[in-house]
């Protein structure tokens, strides 16, 4: 079992940056795909960002792809999501992910797929 905690969050103009953390305990880090979701008022969880167990394969969602980068430090058991450009339509919750999986070829991107989330932290960006 893995613990997420998610930190970063903040309030930024339209075309700045954010650079959200996701920190993980309790379990072998190496060993979970991780994923990046965000979840707007009134609409349903969607996915962002995803990177593999060694961060050797990241994929996207075509609405950040180019301006968000997914990164991960396995000895700091730690996620990142770094955020430019920013558009107001990227203000929501967003939420860090994980689903014990080794695998360089299985990309996750449902909500069903990851097992364990964090509480979220909110990104509102302003125009």
């Known amino acids: 079992q893995v613990q997420l905690v998610e930190s970063g969050g903040g309030l930024v103009q339209a075309g700045g940056s954010l650079r959200l953390s996701c920190a993980a305990s309790?379990?072998?880090?190496?060993?979970?795909?991780m994923g990046w979701f965000r979840q707007a008022p009134g609409k349903e969880r969607e996915f962002a960002a995803g990177i593999n167990w060694s961060g050797s394969d990241t994929y996207y969602a075509d609405s950040v792809k180019g301006r968000f980068t997914i990164s991960r430090d396995n000895v700091k058991n730690t996620v990142y999501l770094q955020m430019n450009s920013l558009k107001p339509e990227d203000t929501a919750v967003y939420y860090c992910?994980?689903?014990?999986?080794?695998?360089?070829?299985?990309?996750?991107?449902?909500?069903?797929?990851?097992?364990?989330w964090g509480q979220g932290t909110q990104v509102t960006v302003s125009s």
């Open positions: 309790g379990s072998i880090f190496s060993r979970y795909v």
């Open positions: 992910a994980a689903r014990n999986l080794i695998s360089n070829t299985v990309r996750l991107t449902r909500t069903s797929e990851y097992r364990y």
